[in-house]
């Protein structure tokens, strides 16, 4: 799970390409399975072996993702959710509940940190919407158990909302794309 967010970019380059081929007058299925010539104009690399071993870590590691204090705590509440039988004392149904609703709430806070499908943020929403009413229509809840899912799913929305901090870098005609 800990690659999806930088995995998403390399697959909206390959869209991207895929797109400008398609428009160059190259065949899409062929350009698709066997690749196709460069079509940028800037074809002159950059000597890039110089660099310390530092800066290519930090450029692997902060490369098309960053970590929102909001994204890292949503993925923490979804740790929570996963805990509840232990922290509240919950049992199944609403356990279960709590249980895979955590795991998808950590999916998508992971898969927020990729900047250009930030907007995956907003698919918490929901989710904190579904944890702050599962215990009013699933049994296994005590009152602290409702209190404290009500509390998590609250939080969990409002920290859906705001985009946090953008890199430096660009994603084409995508910019406009994060939210």
């Given at each position: ?26 065949p ?86 990729a ?21 009013f ?6 009152g ?36």
């Amino acid at each position: 799970m800990i690659l999806i967010p930088y995995s998403v970019d390399e697959v909206l380059a390959s869209i991207q390409y895929l797109w400008r081929a398609k428009k160059a007058g190259e065949p899409f299925w062929r350009t698709f399975w066997m690749g196709g010539p460069a079509l940028s104009e800037n074809q002159t690399p950059e000597a890039d072996l110089d660099r310390s071993a530092w800066e290519s870590l930090k450029d692997f590691v902060l490369g098309g993702v960053t970590f929102p204090w909001t994204l890292v705590a949503s993925a923490l509440l979804g740790a929570v959710l996963m805990a509840t039988p232990l922290i509240v004392g919950t049992d199944a149904p609403l356990y279960f509940s709590d249980h895979i609703v955590g795991c998808l709430v950590i999916m998508i806070a992971v898969t927020a940190m990729a900047e250009i499908v930030r907007a995956v943020r907003f698919l918490n929403v929901a989710l904190g919407a579904w944890i702050a009413v599962s215990p009013f229509l699933l049994d296994g809840g005590s009152g602290v158990a409702t209190t404290a899912n009500g509390a998590i799913g609250l939080v969990l929305i409002g920290l859906s909302l705001p985009r946090g901090a953008r890199s430096d870098q660009h994603y084409g005609g995508w910019d406009r794309a994060i939210v």
